[in-house]
């Protein structure tokens, strides 16, 4: 009944821990836009820009629980145009979200045998952004990492009464007869997880061949991006997970989940000389623009996300600021502006030069490695930045990372959504 990683790194902080659930549940579980195996399937997606072998295996077994055809994990020459076709567009937002236009959102939906609807394409970029951000927190976290034998980020069978981060709510907002439903489909899944492993591997072993030259993870790694350095396999979770029995869980190589492997991020360079690059929140805001176009194409769904954001804003943090000399609140928008500064977004009311004052450089390393390419993270980074404070603390700010990163993502996206519409 151990719990699973991410939930027992967020449940340092419960309370934003039942909204991450509530609103994981909704985008995954509930009525929507979207068939249930769709869903996890671009959630695969998304994590595999990453290399986020913990997310991908996940849902690689909910997607088949959900009655997902076995034959798309072959890789996306294998599943529908209409999925494939949104290749481009989760690149984009994985690596550099601002080059995200109209365009770009016309490509999706315009008329023709695959085209995808305004609410179905919300959906979509919600469950993108949401995986992408994930995929930040779990390495952030060392999710990833090897915890025992087993490995910290593989699959076990789930026992009875215990339950799937991404299936259910938690906490106090759990209702019984939730749990009760939850439990259930944990007695169906200890049945189904051996066959489902049986199948995933199969499928893996058919496509290993053609598949294995088409990402080469084990590179040389300069020191110009955050000074990370060479990158081994463990440290960018590349190593295939293995089961209690000891067998492989999930697809080894996750190359076949993506096109284009070495897009990756670049810093974003503000010009003078063409101010248009940069995204202006007095423009266009969550609060005042995005919420609304959300929740008016995919419903309630931006009541949750906006319950989240306000959520980790509402966190306790005095002893990180008190360390720092601080209000909690200036030490938070110090951090969640840094983070939507390396993606181009900018406050006019903020001077920039607090950043640099409240934010130690070891504490920006890790924030802009963990924000901007997590796979390069690595438990060494978690263990090395603020080593007086407490875990709580460090997850504390993984989650100010997560949502960051997922809000800025999304305005980019609803954005051109939105210039789509005019």
Request: net charge negative.
């Amino acid at each position: 009944g151990r719990l699973e990683a991410v939930t027992q790194q967020m449940g340092y902080h419960p309370q934003y821990l039942d909204s991450f659930l509530k609103t994981q549940h909704y985008l995954l579980h509930m009525d929507g836009p979207l068939p249930f195996d769709c869903r996890h399937y671009i959630a695969i997606m998304a994590a595999a820009r990453h290399q986020c072998r913990y997310l991908v295996n996940l849902h690689v077994l909910q997607f088949l629980r959900a009655g997902g055809d076995p034959q798309w994990l072959r890789g996306l020459d294998f599943i529908p145009p209409k999925l494939r076709n949104l290749n481009e567009i989760n690149k984009i937002l994985a690596h550099r979200p601002w080059l995200i236009t109209k365009e770009h959102i016309e490509k999706l939906l315009k008329i023709s045998e695959w085209s995808w609807s305004l609410a179905e394409l919300v959906h979509a970029v919600v469950l993108l952004a949401h995986c992408h951000a994930l995929a930040s927190f779990v390495f952030g976290c060392g999710c990833e990492q090897d915890e025992g034998p087993a490995g910290r980020g593989s699959l076990k069978p789930l026992s009875p009464g215990s339950q799937c981060f991404c299936e259910a709510t938690a906490g106090n907002g759990c209702s019984q007869e939730l749990l009760r439903i939850s439990r259930k489909r944990s007695l169906d899944s200890c049945m189904e997880l051996d066959s489902l492993r049986e199948r995933v591997q199969r499928i893996h072993v058919e496509t290993e061949g053609r598949e294995e030259t088409r990402l080469q993870p084990d590179r040389e790694e300069g020191e110009g991006q955050g000074g990370v350095g060479r990158v081994s396999e463990r440290s960018v979770g590349l190593s295939p997970p293995t089961d209690t029995d000891g067998g492989a869980t999930g697809a080894t190589n996750l190359a076949c989940y993506m096109q284009d492997p070495d897009f990756g991020y670049q810093d974003f360079a503000r010009r003078d000389e063409d101010q248009t690059q940069v995204f202006r929140v007095q423009d266009y805001s969550w609060e005042d623009h995005g919420f609304s176009l959300v929740n008016r194409l995919y419903s309630d769904i931006g009541h949750l996300l906006d319950e989240k954001f306000r959520m980790v804003d509402g966190l306790q943090s005095s002893a990180m600021a008190k360390r720092q000399g601080c209000e909690p609140s200036v030490f938070k928008r110090g951090i969640w502006n840094y983070i939507h500064c390396m993606f181009g977004i900018r406050y006019d009311d903020y001077d920039y030069a607090e950043v640099n004052q409240l934010l130690e450089r070891v504490l920006k390393v890790y924030i802009k490695t963990v924000t901007c390419y997590p796979e390069k993270t690595n438990s060494e980074m978690f263990d090395r930045f603020w080593k007086q404070f407490k875990h709580s603390e460090k997850v504390h700010v993984n989650l100010l990372i997560l949502e960051a990163r997922m809000q800025a993502e999304l305005l980019y996206a609803l954005q051109a959504i939105t210039q789509y519409m005019i």
